[in-house]
């Protein structure tokens, strides 16, 4: 990236709260180095954080004008049960990939600061795609522990080498 290029980070957790709270600290500290930050929610969500935040006291940790909060459809109707996670995980892949581009695309085309780098929890991964096919430098953030992370990228090899079996 040149260093006329000024950073611009989009962030995108997985809509539920173990998720969204450690991409909600990292931007907070991207911020806090002032990158400008675009943080992503569903609409579901999005609406719950903007009600719970007109609940509080602001503070000088809120990082105003540079952790912008904005929000793509999830494809879900308003107000369905989203506790049906196998069934909400596919209308949300068939759907937020679109609207996360389009979004990409819109701010890109009226902000100065284009967007530089997405960074995507490592369970959306079809955001990375949408970075990769605009030519958009991404990253995967893993937002559980990293003791979780190196068990789950151990089950391949404990199954192969019969330590664990399928059940």
Known sequence: MSSSIKPHVLVIPFPLQGHI??????????????????FVNTEHIHERLMAAARHRKPSSDDFAGKVKMVAVPDGWPSGDDRTKFGTFCHVMLKEMPGHLENLILDINRRDDRKITCVIADAHMPWALEVAEKLSIRR??????SAATFS????????LEERVIDSN
Not at 153 to 158: D, E, G, M, T
């Open 21 to 38: 709270m450690p991409l909600m600290e990292l931007s907070h500290r991207l911020a806090g180095r002032d990158f400008p930050v675009t």
């Open 139 to 144: 990253v995967a953030f893993w937002p559980a």
């Open 151 to 158: 068990v789950m990228a151990s089950i391949p090899r404990l």
